[in-house]
């Protein structure tokens, strides 16, 4: 782990010649900037020779500093203040494949090492660490002291958030053949907790003791029935099957309430009676209520990298090699791509106006709303 004082650490506020990025072609100029680019900071150099560099870990914001932490595939985790200034760097053994939580002065985050570290958000020194001997690949979720976060290798595991001793662990057998690599989040609703994993089910488990309350396999028939997203509204739990489906379930039974037909579908999230799924060639809004249709956004080459987040009027969605995506949430049309180079496959995070955004190129970015 090495921490940088303050003191020593770069300030400087702008990045003269960078302008926003637009997709030449069908997509028309916007009526109104949506964003200015405050400045950037590279990170991570690229190799020679390197192929379609990939930095899918993402970023969290801590709200009481609005500082940036997230991770870098050099194994490195940063944390940077919004005038750029390094608050710490700690170092890991792999990349990462999922944002940090950060909770109570506490940055959680699951590393492609098999650990969750444990790391005191303003020194960086390490807490604690859990090796789960499995990779992970996405945010902890952190409830009523307890940590949850899923491996690639479909196990859900549960420790005690203060200490990272182990709780229970639910696991299950991964298919056989190819899989896709990816894995959803774990979610919390009440006293419950919804996993779902590479066989096409999803499975709602005690918070407690991780007993199956219910499972349920949910996913189409198909090649690849990867359940790599699930979101949850209070009400209806939503989850991306990759053989073609976005669904409703109810939480209490695991029950199907409506299913759309999404080829590739990925990553899925709710808001206002909403819900966004993002497949292999387009981006969709679904009523909430029966899955019926609302807009289709075409991806023009993207892919479902992390799961969209909205910002206002914009449903932002990071789809790797296609970039940003800035869409208006009301109408599906995509006015802005942000690609700064190698693309954007990673999870962006708001503090106010301000926007962090890691690049495929290993450059941090921060954009000011408009």
């Known amino acids: 782990m090495l921490a940088l004082p303050l003191a020593l650490a770069l300030g400087f506020s702008g990045a003269p010649g960078l302008t926003a990025y637009a997709v030449p072609g069908p997509l028309q100029p916007a009526?109104?900037?949506i964003y200015r680019i405050l400045w950037h900071r590279p990170l991570v150099p690229t190799e020679v020779l390197q192929y379609l560099p990939q930095e899918a870990g993402g970023v969290a914001?801590?709200?009481?500093?609005?500082?940036?932490?997230?991770?870098t595939r050099d194994g490195w985790l940063?944390?940077?203040?919004?005038?750029?200034?390094?608050?710490?760097?700690?170092?890991?053994?792999?990349?990462?494949?999922?944002?940090?939580t950060i909770r109570d002065g506490v940055v959680y985050v699951g590393c492609r090492d098999g650990r969750i570290y444990a790391i005191d958000a303003i020194t960086g020194k390490g807490l604690?660490?859990?090796?789960?001997?499995?990779?992970?690949?996405?945010?902890?979720?952190?409830?009523?002291?307890?940590?949850?976060?899923?491996?690639?290798?479909?196990?859900?595991?549960?420790?005690?958030?203060?200490?990272?001793?182990?709780k229970w662990h639910h696991r299950r057998e991964g298919r056989p053949g190819f899989s896709i690599r990816g894995q959803a989040d774990v979610i919390g609703g009440g006293d419950k907790v919804f996993g779902a994993?590479?066989?096409?089910?999803?499975?709602?488990?005690?918070?407690?003791?991780?007993?199956?309350?219910?499972?349920?396999v949910v996913a189409p028939p198909g090649?690849?029935?990867?359940?790599d997203g699930l979101a949850y509204d209070g009400t209806r739990l939503y989850a991306a099957a990759l053989s073609g489906a976005v669904l409703a379930l109810d939480p209490k039974s695991g029950s199907q309430l409506w299913s759309a037909k999404l080829p590739g579908a990925g990553r899925v999230a709710a808001s206002n009676g909403v819900v966004y799924g993002v497949g292999n060639a387009s981006v969709v809004a679904l009523s909430a209520a029966d899955g019926?249709?609302?807009?289709?956004?075409?991806?023009?080459?993207?892919?479902?990298?992390?799961?969209?987040?909205?910002?206002?009027?914009?449903?932002?969605?990071?789809?790797?090699d296609g970039g940003l995506r800035w869409i208006e949430a009301a109408s599906g049309r995509t006015v802005r791509v942000f690609d700064p180079g190698e693309g954007v496959s990673g999870q962006p995070a708001r503090a106010g106006r301000r926007v962090y955004v890691l690049s495929n190129g290993g450059d941090l970015f921060a954009l000011d709303l408009r």
Not at 197 to 216: H, M, N
Not at 297 to 318: E, F, I, K, M, Q
């Open 197 to 216: 994993f590479s066989d096409g089910t999803v499975a709602a488990l005690d918070g407690a003791t991780g007993k199956p309350i219910w499972e349920r």
């Open 223 to 227: 090649d690849q029935t990867d359940v």
């Open 78 to 100: 940063h944390a940077v203040l919004p005038n750029q200034a390094f608050v710490w760097e700690h170092r890991t053994h792999a990349g990462f494949a999922g944002p940090p």
């Open 128 to 166: 604690w660490l859990y090796d789960a001997r499995e990779e992970l690949g996405t945010r902890p979720l952190v409830h009523d002291g307890v940590l949850y976060i899923a491996s690639m290798q479909d196990t859900v595991f549960a420790v005690d958030a203060k200490t990272g001793a182990w």
């Open 292 to 320: 019926g249709p609302i807009w289709t956004s075409p991806l023009d080459g993207g892919w479902p990298a992390a799961t969209p987040v909205l910002y206002g009027r914009w449903l932002v969605v990071p789809s790797g």
């Open 31 to 33: 009526p109104r900037a």
């Open 61 to 71: 914001v801590d709200e009481r500093t609005g500082m940036a932490v997230f991770g």
